[in-house]
């Protein structure tokens, strides 16, 4: 997790996350404020280091709230292991027709 700038384009400060191997940009709310220094490494103002901080502390909210959600998916398909032996799958989209039409019934599926 990383707190960017975007320079220009922007007012707000943004943190890049990764959740479930998908990386991602959140507006975390909180406006940069303050002199911004040349690069990020260095120490800005007080106002521009306060605002740092706040957003610091936004994104590590964020994050602490990703967590449960990837704990709750993980569960979920543990349970499902252990009830049938496998772990959920996915489909592709394109697939989807074909694999419902192949579900074995009792009858047949009406028109509608």
């Known amino acids: 997790m990383s707190l960017e700038l975007r320079r220009g384009v ?7 996350f990764k959740a479930n191997g998908c990386k991602f940009m959140k507006n975390l709310g909180v406006k ?3 002199v911004v220094p040349p690069t990020l490494r260095e120490i800005g103002d007080i106002i ?5 901080a706040k957003a610091q502390a ?10 449960p959600r990837t704990a709750a998916e993980e569960l979920v398909q543990t349970l499902h292991e ?12 394109g697939e ?8 074995l019934r009792r009858r047949p599926l009406s028109e509608s």
């Open 96 to 103: 989807m027709g074909a694999r419902w039409q192949a579900v």
């Open 82 to 93: 252990i009830r049938t032996g496998a772990r959920v799958s996915s489909i592709p989209l």
């Open 48 to 52: 521009f280091e306060v605002s740092r």
């Open 32 to 34: 940069v404020q303050g």
């Open 10 to 16: 922007s007012e707000w400060r943004y943190g890049k």
């Open 58 to 67: 936004a994104a590590e909210k964020f994050q602490e709230e990703l967590k």
